[in-house]
């Protein structure tokens, strides 16, 4: 299917699904690229553009260096129509939401009954459809899953997708994670040659005044276009200031949240718990499994949660919640950041292999400029820089896990927990391991 609108929220954030998305070249001009790429297609009036979440190491007239790649989504319809206002790539969405993720794929059933499948792999868009039936949806989705055990999986369809991380309000959470970088915007005007015919039509009416004019005000805008494009630190100051207000989850909020997930009864008559999270952006549930038991007894054991219902109809599967508060952590100043050397070599690491020698296991991704801003490179170093990275430790037992969550270092921001619940014929605190999912900073100075 073309290119439609699969979502629009009630503040007025349309999604668009399907777009066109090509791998951009290292070198050149991005403006330059979008027009080729414009040419070479029909009907494209706007595109966007995404970034890879981690560089890569690329030769540019033979010298090595760390680059990010991109990739360009184009728009387009068989009328030529623009999109709506305020329109957002969901891909590009749905990637933003997901940057923690190396892979990730969103199968989902839109109001209008089709369903969108995207896949995101290293924060680029791979995969953008919109199809008409969940087959057909199913096909785009299961050789992904297949191939890459690692792929995080989100999907309403829980029955047929039963890894899916969340499955609950999918399109309003990934329309709130919109940000001006995933909107469609026009395909950019080649300025020296809009100028080149404004300077030709203004000599073919002979005025030389009119020329000279002319030719002082490109003058000026290219100079100021130079300047602003030559000084990206006020963007990029300004992009820290909001983002570092919300760079995890509070600990105490964590911590309560462990709390209440300790009072959960692992075997209530009938059921097994099967897993317990809390995550930022879906909330603190349980899923049990059914043995003998029925939903109205479940509910009488534990009536301090709540039995929300599942997606899809399976009379062996509950889902519960409740409600935690997990108040938002601001980054600390940037000048108490350590050096990336000085955490993965000081103290801190010290303590982290520690963890490594109780049995825990630590997954920590190459840091990068954070956070992420549209006319601020990679390569962008200042006194206040920060660089970021993902940071998981893994396989962590359950009476261990408040002292991980409280004891990890504290340039670590924590943005939640899994808890899988092993074999029943084990003990109940050893059969359970954690996951802590979250992201260290460091300068990048």
């Known amino acids: 299917m073309a290119n439609s609108v699969v979502y629009k929220s009630p503040q007025g954030v349309h999604l668009v699904g399907g777009l066109d998305w090509a791998l951009q070249p290292f070198t050149g001009s991005v403006d330059g690229h979008l027009r080729e790429g414009a040419s070479s297609r029909s009907s494209v009036s706007h595109a966007v553009v995404a970034t890879a979440a981690t560089a ?39 990637a933003a939401w997901t940057r923690e993720h190396g892979r990730a794929l969103l199968n989902v059933q839109v109001p209008d009954g089709t369903f969108a499948v995207v896949v995101v792999d290293n924060g680029l868009p791979v995969l953008d459809k919109v199809v008409k039936t969940s087959e057909d949806a199913r096909e ?15 999907s309403d369809d829980i029955e047929t997708y039963p890894r899916s991380l969340a499955w609950e309000n999918l399109l309003p959470q990934i329309a709130g994670a919109t940000r001006p970088n995933t ?31 002319a030719e002082a005000e ?8 130079a ?30 949240s462990l709390v209440a997930a300790m009072r959960i009864p692992l075997t209530p008559e009938g059921w097994v718990v099967k897993r317990i999270s809390c995550m930022v952006n879906a909330g603190c549930d349980v899923i049990l499994s059914r043995t003998t038991g029925t939903y109205a007894g479940l509910k009488a054991a534990i009536p301090f949660l709540e039995l929300v219902p599942s997606p899809g109809i399976n009379l062996n599967e509950a889902r519960m919640t409740w409600t935690q508060e997990l108040k938002p ?25 520690t963890w490594l020698v109780a049995g825990v296991t630590l ?16 390569t ?66």
């Open 140 to 154: 785009l989705s299961l050789p992904w899953i297949k191939e890459h055990s690692d792929i995080s999986v989100f």
């Open 218 to 225: 490109k003058a000026r805008q290219l100079a100021l276009a």
């Open 329 to 353: 952590a601001p980054l600390i100043n940037a000048a108490q950041l350590p050096s990336v050397g000085a955490f993965v070599q000081g103290g801190e690491a010290s303590k982290l292999q």
């Open 183 to 213: 909107a469609l915007k026009k395909i950019p005007v080649d300025t020296a040659k809009v100028m080149l015919i404004a300077i030709l039509a203004l000599g073919a009416l002979g005025g030389y005044w009119y020329y000279k004019k």
């Open 227 to 256: 300047q602003r494009a030559a000084d990206p630190i006020p963007k990029y100051l300004n992009a820290l200031a909001v983002a570092q207000q919300n760079a995890g989850v509070d600990r105490l909020a964590l911590r309560d």
């Open 380 to 445: 962008f170093k200042h006194p206040k820089a920060v660089a970021a990275g993902k940071f998981e430790a893994n396989a962590i037992a359950l009476p261990q896990l408040a002292e991980a969550l409280a004891g990890a270092p504290e340039n670590v921001s924590w943005t939640g927990w899994i808890a899988e619940i092993g074999d029943l014929r084990q003990e109940p605190l050893s059969r359970a391991k954690a996951r802590l999912i979250g992201t260290y900073y460091v300068k990048n100075n």
């Open 363 to 378: 997954q920590l991704a190459p840091p990068q400029l954070w956070p992420q801003v549209p006319g601020v490179p990679a």
């Open 56 to 94: 890569e190491e690329v030769k540019v007239k033979g010298k090595a260096r760390q680059a990010r790649r991109t990739s360009a989504g184009f728009y387009s319809t068989v009328s030529a129509t623009k999109p709506p206002k305020d329109a957002h790539s969901l891909a590009a969405a749905f």
